[in-house]
């Protein structure tokens, strides 16, 4: 059995997201699948990578740091570390006029 591909993605159009722009004036917001996630961000590559918790390599790098050198340990070499980030989808519920 073949497939195909060129009739499967002739049909399918792609929008770019839709970001909330707020204007003035009251706005009702509901927020949908909260989640909260660790990471790490370096800046020598501009990337970011998600915290692995309790066996983070990372994490345990920046633990030795701060038993070398704890009056200074941000400022050292390496240091990266964990934050967190919120993320989450966002119902706009706000009354309009058509």
Not at 46 to 60: A, S
Not at 85 to 90: D, E, G, I, L
């Amino acid at each position: 059995m073949e497939i195909d591909i060129k009739e499967q993605t002739e049909n399918k159009k792609f929008e770019k997201f839709r970001y909330l722009s707020f204007e003035f004036g009251q706005h009702i917001v509901r927020l949908l699948n909260t989640k909260v996630i660790y990471t790490h961000f370096f800046k020598s590559s501009n990337c970011t990578v998600r915290c692995l918790g309790e066996e983070c390599p990372i994490c345990k790098f920046d633990r030795q740091l701060m038993m070398e050198t704890p009056k200074d340990y941000n400022k050292q070499k390496g240091w990266n570390p964990r934050l967190r980030r919120h993320y989450f989808n966002v119902l706009d519920k706000t009354a309009v006029m058509t």
